[in-house]
Each structure stands twice: as C-alpha cells, then as structure tokens.
C-alpha cells in the first residue's frame, strides 16, 4: 500500500487488526514453502531455511508489529503455534531491507498505543531470538553479531 497519509490512518486505526492478520498470513505461508517432509523440521522449516524481509513505507512499521509474539491474543494451542511460527521466522531473518522507511515518524506519533513495547523493544526481541538460534547451531561461535536492517529513504515518499 502507497497512499501518503491514508494507509497509515487505516493501518493503525480500527482496521489494524486486520492489517497485521494479513501480513501473519503472510508470512505463515513462507512456511509452508518445504518441498518435502524429509527435508523440513517440526513445523515445515528446511534444516538451512532463512528469510530476508524486504517492505515498502508503512510495512516497515508494521512488519515487527505482526511478528511481536506480544500481540497475538489468546492462550489457545492455534495462538500457540502462531506464536512459535512467528518466532522461527524471526530467528531465521538476518537481514531486513526497508525502503522508504517511516520507522521513526510512525514511533514518534505513538500511533500504536499506549504501551511499553514499542519498534525499539521488537528490534531487539529479533536480535535476541536471532542470537539464541545462531548459538544453537551446531560449532556455531558463542558471540553474536546483531541482525541488520538496511534502511533506504525515498525522497518521493511524503512521509519519508
């Protein structure tokens, strides 16, 4: 979505919910992308498997939105697994590509509410899981280096 001011109304007004159900949609599907049960782990991730997030404007906002664990409702075992998902997806990102990035004009107008986590808290909740995972692979060094997020601005991007 590209629409100056009007996405962000609606992404983080009354319709948010949906907006982040959407990307989790999303991203649980990367998932399911393993060729063959032979080749995948628990929940369908290849062994090697990894991720590169790549987001336009806004989703640079909300993509760490959607993979907060913190804000999927509910104790049931399909919360669960969500959660668990998400978390492997996290762990499985070393990089992070934003264009036209808003990160901080959508942090500073508080947008998403009031509350102690906010896109610094879910940064590092990445770079915690990230290292953590990376710690647990096999001969893998006990010292992490943090994940990288590449962020491009775009002078035609108004609220860039």
Known sequence: MDWTF????MALGPLRGYVLDGIRQLLLKSLAD???ASQTGAIGVRANQEFVIVSHSLG???IFSALDMDEIAGKTATAEQTRS???EILKRTPLVVFFANQLRLLELAALDGPSERNIGTDLHDWGKVRCEYLKSLPGAPQECK???IIALND??????
């Open 6 to 9: 009007s996405d962000a109304v």
């Open 34 to 36: 393993a060729p063959t």
């Open 60 to 62: 640079s906002y909300l």
């Open 85 to 87: 998902n998400l978390q």
């Open 146 to 148: 943090p994940p990288r």
């Open 155 to 160: 002078p035609s991007d108004l609220p860039t």
